[in-house]
Each structure stands twice: as structure tokens, then as C-alpha cells.
């Protein structure tokens, strides 16, 4: 019976080691407790004149304790460094495989290296983001997309150190972030794909998708979501959200970057000395209803013509407004915004002449959810985009997503969705299906 209450106050002494890593404070003082502990074991050992089993397993278990409490900088406080590094470390991310079936134009053929984009399995994204606070004060975040519509190389999504001058989490009039980050625009824009009802943004915002022929194709107002860039931003304890950011304004994606911007190396660094400034607020006006206006004002460099040496810079200017209602089991969601766009040379729509001179583009989406018990959520979104530099050609473009998601559990969702485009002067066969599975982690 002694050898085994000696062996569970060993125990107990090793469980509080092994919580130390939470409150390295306390270390010196459990210590001390398992060093009086020991005097204690090693008097009740010479007590017995080190004799018969008892003795013996109780030698053994006082040579253990002694072991620990000699060499307090030695294994102990290595798992303690160890544990409070990995703590400091936050991994995250999701993946999203999908299924997509398009309506093919009539008499088109397939392509010579058997690539058919209106019927394919693939993942649409493969998200590794890592979150590292290295102290009270600071903090670096990491986003890689392994499996985007670029499936060639692995790109870089945000990549940004966060300094908060009053501490992390901590109530404050603002944090700063410098990097390659989301454009504080509206609401659609920095809203991830883990957590949107729809598996594809507007588009307004992220352009058209199928490019089947025959189809209309727009860039978006925002490609990739990102710019790299400083911002000031509201704390999330903040009752008025709000953000303002002076960026490059080149975005890190486009449809032809070799025509259509004087880049650095394909890298979209800034094209010219011009810099744009982005923003956002957004209220609580009532319970469950928010209100949101957004502005982005800047400069382009545009060739005149594809093969010019020298560009010229062009006004970029955006406006917004959103909204947000939520109520039991319903959502409702609106965005509107219109701005002034530079046409640009590589753009077959181009009108002659007009290259390297504004044009209009303006849309908006209406999205709508409805929870059917805890499982199943119903979801419609219309979504409509007007650009001048298609408007002999197709006119107003409008979409109707429809579909339904099934929560599996907290982190994994199945969706079904039903995409209907519509062209306004000239109308294409790209209806499609698309059925997607995401998991987040």
C-alpha cells in the first residue's frame, strides 16, 4: 500500500509538471513543493535502513522524483519552450472539390489537348493558411492556394504582418496590416469562399468563369480580391466597422498582363507612381441590419495599343453600398457598386480609339438563404453587371444561382447549385451545374 501511494503522489507530481507549459510562472514554486516532497521520501527511506521491497521500489521512486526536480532547466523546461512555440502557431484552411457541367455552344469542338472546361472534375481551391503571433504586439499571416483555376503553381493568396499597438484581441481605435491583403471593398470581396453561399463570388467582383466560346469574358472589377498594400482597420469589439487602405492598385491577377499593364516581371508590382485609396464602413442600424458604403479612387497604367512603349495613366473610381438582415433562420444580402474603368488594348470589345480612356461598369446582387431545419439551407442569388466595353455585343449580363447546401457536420457542407446566365442582345448556351463538397480545418 505504501509503494503505491508513493507511486500516485509521483503521478500527481508529474501531471502538475505536464500542465506547467500553461503557467510557466509557477514553475519554480512546484518545484520547490516536489523538492520538500522528496526530503520527505528520502527520510522515510533512510527510516527503513534500505531494506526489503518496500525499500526498494521506494528507492527506485525517489531516484525518479530526484531526477525531475535536479534538472529543472533540462527536459522540463525544454517541453515547456517547446509547447509555448507551438502555441504561438495557428494552422488553418479548407478545401474545396468540385463537379461542374456547362452547356456546350453548338458546334463546338474539342480542344487539341483534350482540356474540356464545361465538364470536369477538379478542386477549386486547396486553401494552407498559417496565423504566427510572435509576441503581444504583432502577428504574420500566410495564405497559399494549392489548387486555384491556375493549377500549374502554387499561389500566394495573403501575405501580411499585422501590428497592434495596444496588443492582440485587445479592444483598440485601430490595428495596422501591411502586405498582400484583401481590398477593403464592400462586402462580397473580403468574404472567404469557406463561408459564402454561393461557389462563386458575383461577376461584378470576380468576372466571368466558363469562358466557353462564344461567351462573354470579363476580368471583374477586383481580380483575385487582393492588392498589396498598408490599412487601417476597427478592432472586431467595434461597434462602426471600418477600414482604409493606400495600395498599388494593380491587383495581383489579370486576363493579359503582357498587353494590358506595364508589370515588373509578371509580379503586378505598382505600374506607375499613382496610388489607390480604398475604404469601407459599415453600421449597425438596427437589430440584425447592417448598412455599408465603400470608395476606391486611383490611377491605371494602360497602353494605348497592345505593342505602345510607354503607357498612360487612366482614373479608376468606385463606389459602393451593401447590406446585411438577418433574422431567425433567413438571410438576406445586397450589394450595389459602379465606378469608372479603363478600356484597355488587349480587350477585343475595345471600341477604336477609345483604348486608354474610361468606360463604365456597374452591378449589383441580391442573395437570399433560408435554413430548413439544422441540416439543409436554401439559397437564391440574382446578380447583374452592365460594361460599356460589351454592350453592342451582349448588353446586360445577369445570372440566377439556385441551390441548396446540406451541413454534414460543423466543418463540411455539400452543395448543388444550378447557374442560368442570361446576355441581354445576343444569348449563349452556358447554363451549368455545379456540385461542390468543402471541408474546412
Given at each position: 500500500?505504501?509503494?503505491?501511494?508513493?507511486?500516485?503522489?509521483?503521478?500527481?507530481?508529474?501531471?502538475?509538471?505536464?500542465?506547467?507549459?500553461?503557467?510557466?510562472?509557477?514553475?519554480?514554486?512546484?518545484?520547490?513543493?516536489?523538492?520538500?516532497?522528496?526530503?520527505?521520501?528520502?527520510q522515510?527511506?533512510?527510516?527503513?535502513?534500505?531494506?526489503?521491497?518496500?525499500?526498494?521500489g521506494?528507492?527506485?521512486?525517489?531516484?525518479?522524483?530526484?531526477?525531475?526536480?535536479?534538472?529543472?532547466?533540462?527536459?522540463?523546461?525544454?517541453?515547456?519552450?517547446?509547447?509555448?512555440?507551438?502555441?504561438?502557431?495557428?494552422?488553418?484552411?479548407?478545401?474545396q472539390?468540385?463537379?461542374?457541367?456547362?452547356?456546350?455552344?453548338?458546334?463546338?469542338?474539342?480542344?487539341?489537348?483534350?482540356?474540356?472546361?464545361?465538364?470536369?472534375?477538379?478542386?477549386?481551391?486547396?486553401?494552407?493558411?498559417?496565423?504566427?503571433?510572435?509576441?503581444?504586439?504583432?502577428?504574420?499571416?500566410?495564405?497559399?492556394?494549392?489548387?486555384?483555376?491556375?493549377?500549374?503553381?502554387?499561389?500566394?493568396?495573403?501575405?501580411?504582418?499585422?501590428?497592434?499597438?495596444?496588443?492582440?484581441?485587445?479592444?483598440?481605435?485601430?490595428?495596422?496590416?501591411?502586405?498582400?491583403?484583401?481590398?477593403?471593398?464592400?462586402?462580397?470581396?473580403?468574404r472567404?469562399?469557406?463561408?459564402?453561399?454561393?461557389?462563386?463570388?458575383?461577376?461584378?467582383?470576380?468576372?466571368?468563369?466558363?469562358?466557353?466560346?462564344?461567351?462573354?469574358?470579363?476580368?471583374?472589377?477586383?481580380?483575385?480580391?487582393?492588392?498589396?498594400?498598408?490599412?487601417?482597420?476597427?478592432?472586431?469589439?467595434?461597434?462602426?466597422?471600418?477600414?482604409?487602405?493606400?495600395?498599388?492598385?494593380?491587383?495581383?491577377?489579370?486576363?493579359?498582363?503582357?498587353s494590358?499593364?506595364?508589370?515588373?516581371?509578371?509580379?503586378?508590382?505598382?505600374?506607375?507612381?499613382?496610388?489607390?485609396?480604398?475604404?469601407?464602413?459599415?453600421?449597425?442600424?438596427?437589430?440584425?441590419?447592417?448598412?455599408?458604403t465603400?470608395?476606391?479612387?486611383?490611377?491605371?497604367?494602360?497602353?494605348?495599343?497592345?505593342?505602345?512603349?510607354?503607357?498612360?495613366?487612366?482614373?479608376?473610381?468606385?463606389?459602393?453600398?451593401?447590406?446585411?438582415?438577418?433574422?431567425?433562420?433567413?438571410?438576406?444580402?445586397?450589394?450595389?457598386?459602379?465606378?469608372?474603368?479603363?478600356?484597355?488594348?488587349?480587350?477585343?470589345?475595345t471600341?477604336?480609339?477609345?483604348?486608354?480612356?474610361?468606360?463604365?461598369?456597374?452591378g449589383?446582387?441580391i442573395?437570399?438563404?433560408?435554413?430548413?431545419?439544422?441540416?439543409?439551407?436554401?439559397?437564391?442569388?440574382?446578380?447583374?453587371?452592365?460594361?460599356?466595353?460589351?454592350?453592342?455585343?451582349?448588353?446586360?449580363?445577369?445570372?440566377?444561382?439556385?441551390?441548396?447546401?446540406?451541413?454534414?457536420?460543423?466543418?463540411?457542407?455539400?452543395?448543388?447549385?444550378?447557374?442560368?446566365?442570361?446576355?441581354?442582345?445576343?444569348?449563349a448556351?452556358?447554363?451549368?451545374?455545379?456540385?461542390?463538397?468543402?471541408?474546412?480545418?
Open positions: 500500500m505504501k509503494k503505491t501511494g508513493i507511486a500516485i503522489c509521483l503521478m500527481a507530481a508529474l501531471c502538475c509538471l505536464s500542465t506547467r507549459a500553461a503557467a510557466q510562472e509557477d514553475l519554480r514554486g512546484e518545484i520547490q513543493q516536489l523538492k520538500q516532497r522528496l526530503a520527505e521520501l528520502e522515510k527511506l533512510e527510516a527503513s535502513g534500505g531494506t526489503g521491497e518496500d525499500a526498494d521506494l528507492g527506485d521512486d525517489v531516484q525518479r522524483l530526484r531526477d525531475i526536480v535536479e534538472e529543472p532547466e533540462g527536459s522540463v523546461q525544454t517541453t515547456i519552450a517547446d509547447v509555448a512555440k507551438l502555441k504561438k502557431i495557428k494552422v488553418s484552411g479548407y478545401i472539390g468540385r463537379y461542374e457541367a456547362y452547356s456546350t455552344p453548338a458546334g463546338a469542338s474539342a480542344t487539341g489537348n483534350h482540356r474540356a472546361p464545361d465538364n470536369r472534375f477538379y478542386v477549386r481551391r486547396g486553401r494552407f493558411k498559417i496565423t504566427g503571433q510572435p509576441a503581444q504586439y504583432a502577428l504574420g499571416v500566410v495564405q497559399l492556394d494549392l489548387s486555384g483555376y491556375d493549377r500549374s503553381k502554387v499561389e500566394t493568396k495573403d501575405l501580411y504582418l499585422e501590428v497592434h499597438p495596444w496588443g492582440v484581441g485587445v479592444p483598440a481605435p485601430f490595428y495596422i496590416r501591411l502586405g498582400q491583403q484583401n481590398w477593403p471593398f464592400g462586402y462580397a470581396i473580403e472567404s469562399s469557406s463561408a459564402r453561399e454561393v461557389p462563386e463570388r458575383p461577376k461584378l467582383f470576380a468576372g466571368t468563369t466558363v469562358n466557353l466560346p462564344g461567351t462573354p469574358s470579363f476580368n471583374g472589377l477586383f481580380p483575385g480580391e487582393r492588392d498589396k498594400g498598408i490599412t487601417l482597420l476597427s478592432t472586431e469589439t467595434s461597434s462602426v466597422q471600418w477600414a482604409l487602405g493606400l495600395f498599388n492598385g494593380t491587383g495581383t491577377k489579370a486576363g493579359d498582363a503582357g494590358a499593364f506595364l508589370e515588373s516581371g509578371g509580379r503586378f508590382e505598382d505600374n506607375n507612381r499613382a496610388k489607390a485609396i480604398v475604404g469601407r464602413v459599415r453600421i449597425p442600424v438596427a437589430e440584425g441590419v447592417y448598412l455599408g465603400s470608395i476606391y479612387s486611383g490611377k491605371q497604367a494602360v497602353r494605348t495599343v497592345s505593342n505602345a512603349p510607354v503607357a498612360v495613366n487612366v482614373t479608376q473610381s468606385r463606389w459602393g453600398a451593401d447590406f446585411q438582415w438577418y433574422l431567425e433562420g433567413v438571410s438576406l444580402k445586397g450589394e450595389y457598386v459602379t465606378g469608372k474603368e479603363p478600356y484597355y488594348s488587349n480587350v477585343g470589345a471600341p477604336n480609339g477609345t483604348s486608354g480612356t474610361n468606360r463604365t461598369v456597374s449589383w446582387y442573395v437570399g438563404t433560408k435554413n430548413i431545419g439544422p441540416l439543409y439551407q436554401l439559397v437564391a442569388q440574382y446578380d447583374v453587371m452592365n460594361d460599356r466595353a460589351m454592350a453592342g455585343s451582349y448588353g446586360k449580363l445577369s445570372t440566377w444561382n439556385l441551390g441548396v447546401i446540406r451541413f454534414i457536420d460543423d466543418s463540411t457542407k455539400l452543395k448543388l447549385f444550378y447557374e442560368i446566365n442570361n446576355e441581354e442582345k445576343r444569348s448556351s452556358n447554363n451549368g451545374l455545379r456540385v461542390e463538397l468543402l471541408t474546412v480545418f
